[in-house]
């Protein structure tokens, strides 16, 4: 079995910053693309980062130039720091990433259960 489980989300005022992280376990072979996404009340989810297992990265341009995602191999965890916050930003952030369990050949994409970030003005 295979666990997602984020961290660091909460309440910050506009302007602030968060770092939120994301813990991998359980029967792990091997991790691939490692990623942050965003649901906001009422909006589909959206893709804010991803880290390859290589550590290139991605952004959503709504994010760029403000957030920072990284990732730790060794410890299996994928970071998202957030700089200069807007409220725009709120919504749960979901954890996901493409691992291959370790008693099986196929790469599963494994969901967190998301942590919450809001940020007031």
């Known amino acids: 079995q295979v666990q997602l489980v984020e961290s660091g989300g909460g309440l910050v005022q506009a302007g602030g910053s968060l770092r939120l992280s994301c813990a991998a376990s359980?029967?792990?072979?091997?991790?691939?693309?490692m990623g942050w996404y965003r649901q906001a009340p009422g909006k589909q989810r959206e893709l804010v980062a991803i880290?390859?297992?290589?550590?290139?990265?991605n952004y959503a341009d709504s994010v760029k130039g403000r957030s920072t995602i990284s990732r730790d191999n060794a410890k299996n965890t994928v970071y998202l720091q957030m700089n200069s916050l807007k409220r725009e930003d709120t919504g749960v952030y979901y954890c996901?990433?493409?691992?291959?369990?370790?008693?099986?050949?196929?790469?599963?994409?494994?969901w967190g259960q998301g942590t919450q970030v809001t940020v007031s003005s």
């Open positions: 359980g029967s792990i072979f091997s991790i691939g693309d």
């Open positions: 880290v390859a297992s290589g550590g290139s990265t």
């Open positions: 996901n990433a493409r691992i291959r369990p370790r008693f099986g050949y196929q790469w599963v994409g494994y």
